[in-house]
């Protein structure tokens, strides 16, 4: 009985696949906080060579020091949060080199068949 006990018991084990996800920080997928890290120590870094170093007033240092932050923003929000991997690599690539190579999309994709005497 012990045998018939065994074939009928589920075996159970453990398996990785829902460990897709790289997780959330700050809203944010995967790793791309440190974008805007990276943006933030950026602008304070600037913000104080303007401000100590070149005597810059205050408020005209912050408007250049906020471009580095929002340059990091704006390509962690546009170009890779909820978008599929390599999307942005791939725009880059083809704002510099162009669609590549491929059948011409400007003439008539669907091949006029009516009049040909192969088709049945």
């Known amino acids: 009985?012990?045998?018939?006990?065994?074939q009928?018991?589920?075996?159970?084990?453990?398996?990785?696949?829902a460990d897709d996800s790289a997780g959330k920080t700050w809203g944010l997928e995967g790793n791309l906080f440190w974008?805007?890290?990276?943006?933030?120590?950026?602008?304070?870094?600037?913000?104080?060579?303007l401000f100590s170093v070149s005597r810059w007033t205050l408020l005209?240092?912050?408007?250049?020091?906020?471009?580095?932050?929002?340059?990091?923003?704006l390509y962690?929000?546009?170009l890779r949060q909820g978008k599929p991997p390599g999307y942005d690599t791939d725009l880059?690539?083809?704002?510099?080199?162009?669609?590549g190579f491929g059948p011409?999309?400007?003439?008539?994709?669907?091949?006029?068949?009516?009049?040909?005497p192969d088709h049945v």
């Open 35 to 49: 974008f805007l890290i990276g943006g933030g120590f950026i602008s304070v870094l600037t913000l104080l060579l």
């Open 1 to 6: 009985m012990s045998t018939a006990n065994t």
């Open 92 to 99: 880059f690539e083809l704002w510099l080199k162009g669609p």
């Open 8 to 17: 009928r018991e589920l075996r159970f084990s453990d398996t990785n696949s």
């Open 76 to 78: 962690a929000l546009a």
């Open 104 to 116: 011409d999309r400007s003439t008539s994709s669907a091949p006029n068949h009516k009049n040909s």
């Open 60 to 73: 005209s240092a912050s408007v250049p020091a906020a471009i580095p932050l929002g340059l990091a923003l």
